[in-house]
């Protein structure tokens, strides 16, 4: 199983960015995907998740900013960042969980200019 990411780049404050990310190698949906981050000298961070149920989960520091999308039949995922701080330039990795096991993309930088 892989996931591949796109969509990262660099943006000035307040500017918007959609990452997307696409599942290769399993003909099985995904119970949950998501976007995870690293912040330069930070541990890995949640950022948002969707269930299959379309159930939803974000950090508090991107509510009302960032939103998870998910298209079940095609195991992809989707996050759209609007008003982007500079506090939010990270490696976004995408990560999807499917009988058991947790599957995590290769990352995409995400750099906000202030």
């Known amino acids: 199983v892989q996931l591949v990411e796109s969509g990262g780049g660099l943006v000035q404050a307040g500017g918007s960015l959609r990452l997307s990310c696409a599942a290769s190698?399993?003909?099985?949906?995904?119970?949950?995907m998501g976007w995870y981050r690293q912040r330069p000298g930070k541990q890995r961070e949640l950022v948002a998740v969707?269930?299959?149920?379309?159930?939803?989960n974000y950090a508090d520091s991107v509510r009302g900013r960032f939103t998870v999308s998910r298209d079940n039949a095609e195991n992809t995922v989707t996050l759209q960042m609007n008003s982007l701080k500079p506090e939010d330039t990270a490696v976004y990795y995408c990560?999807?969980?499917?009988?058991?096991?947790?599957?995590w993309g290769q990352g995409t930088q995400v750099t906000v200019s202030s």
């Open positions: 969707i269930t299959r149920g379309d159930n939803t």
């Open positions: 990560t999807g969980g499917v009988h058991g096991y947790d599957y």
């Open positions: 190698g399993t003909i099985f949906r995904f119970n949950y």
